[in-house]
């Protein structure tokens, strides 16, 4: 069974970068690219892009292309996105998203960035 | 990129009937790679539906979905207190994943 663990709440002041992590457990690490996606306050969700975990590989969406940053470490079985440049229009809940072997989807819990001065 | 309209944007429905969702998407969603979500405020979007059809686990048999190509149906065949809720569709069949913008449902 797969499961996504991210790290905590975040509160970053405009300007400031920010990192989370995912740590996955269960089978298949590396067989499925892990997504990032982001929901801010009444807003649909918004797909980030995805990282290949086992080749680093990666794609963007373009509205982050220049200051998002997705990395991974195998031996540790984490995922991370980085997010430069924070405006208050960042202020959302993100999250790390997966396919499991049956085609389904598996969620990590989500993390709350708050940008505020 | 794949562009899924939801409707109707709002739904008003009292607590025993029956809820018909839609989802159309701009172009082909590959190999029935159709999710549906449910989402409460506050709280994560909660898998219903994958592949389209396939119920999630734990997702009771009152929640179906149906569809294929570049129309979605998500039916709740009689609604209960904890169905009201905001649903949102999404293809994860091609990059960029893309999501609908939502569905309210609503006690009238």
């Known amino acids: 069974q797969v499961q996504l663990v991210q790290s905590g709440a975040e509160v970053k002041k405009p300007g400031a970068s920010v990192k989370v992590s995912c740590k996955s457990s269960?089978?298949?690490?590396?067989?499925?690219?892990m997504h990032w996606v982001r929901q801010a306050p009444g807003h649909r969700l918004e797909w980030m892009g995805w990282i290949n975990p086992s080749s680093g590989a990666t794609s963007y969406a373009q509205m982050f292309q220049d200051r998002v940053s997705m990395t991974r470490d195998p031996s540790l079985r984490t995922t991370c996105m980085e997010l430069s440049s924070l405006t208050s229009d960042d202020t959302a809940v993100y999250y790390c998203v997966r396919m499991s072997p049956n085609d389904s989807l598996v969620w990590g819990q989500g993390t709350l960035v708050t940008v505020s001065s | 990129e794949i562009v899924l309209t939801q409707s109707p944007g709002t739904l008003s429905l009292s607590p025993g009937e029956r809820a018909t969702l839609s989802c159309r998407a701009s172009q082909s969603v590959g190999s029935s790679y159709l999710a549906w979500y449910q989402q409460k405020a506050g709280q994560a979007p909660r898998l219903l539906i994958y592949?389209?059809?396939t119920r999630a686990t734990g997702i009771p048999d009152r929640f179906s979905g149906s569809g294929s190509g570049t129309d979605f149906t998500l039916t709740i065949s009689r609604l209960e207190p904890e169905d009201f809720a905001v649903y949102y569709c999404q293809q994860y069949g091609r990059s960029p994943w893309t999501f609908g913008q939502g569905t309210k449902v609503e006690i009238k």
């Open positions: 269960g089978p298949s690490f590396s067989a499925y690219y």
């Open positions: 592949g389209a059809a």
